[in-house]
C-alpha cells in the first residue's frame, strides 16, 4: 500500500510565496513521474507541473516562470515552490506519483490535497 502526504498549504498574500511539499511511503519499489495538479472552485482538476524520474520538468503556460518543480529521489518527496501567487492561483493542490509497486506494476496515486488560498 502506497500513501501521498502532503503539507504547505495556507493564506498568503498576492505576490507572496508558498512551497509545498508531497511524501510518498509504503510499497516503493520505484517512484516515476511525480506532480501537481490543482482544482479550483466550480472548475476542472488542471495540470500544474510535472517532474520526471531524470528530472525533466514540465510546466503549465499559466505557472512558468514563478513556479518551481523539484523532487529529492532519497525521500521519496516532490516539492512546488510557488513565487509571485496570483489570486487565480487559489485551488486545492493535489500532488501525483506514478509508483510502480514490483517490478512489473505501476499504478497512479494522489494526495488528499491541500489548499492554497491568495487573498489580500
Known amino acids: 500500500q502506497v500513501q501521498l502526504v502532503e503539507s504547505g498549504g495556507g493564506l498568503v498574500q498576492p505576490g507572496g510565496s508558498l512551497r509545498l511539499s508531497c511524501a510518498a511511503s509504503g510499497s516503493i519499489f520505484s517512484i516515476y513521474h511525480m506532480g501537481w495538479y490543482r482544482q479550483a472552485p466550480g472548475k476542472q482538476r488542471e495540470l500544474v507541473a510535472t517532474?520526471?524520474?531524470?528530472?525533466?520538468?514540465n510546466y503549465d503556460d499559466s505557472v512558468k516562470g514563478r513556479f518551481t518543480i523539484s523532487r529529492d529521489n532519497a525521500k521519496n518527496t516532490v516539492y512546488l515552490e510557488m513565487n509571485s501567487l496570483k489570486p487565480d492561483d487559489t485551488a486545492v493542490y493535489y500532488c501525483y506519483c506514478n509508483i510502480g509497486t514490483t517490478r512489473f506494476s505501476r499504478s497512479d496515486y494522489w494526495g488528499q490535497g491541500t489548499q492554497v488560498t491568495v487573498s489580500s
Open positions: 517532474i520526471a524520474s531524470s528530472g525533466l520538468t
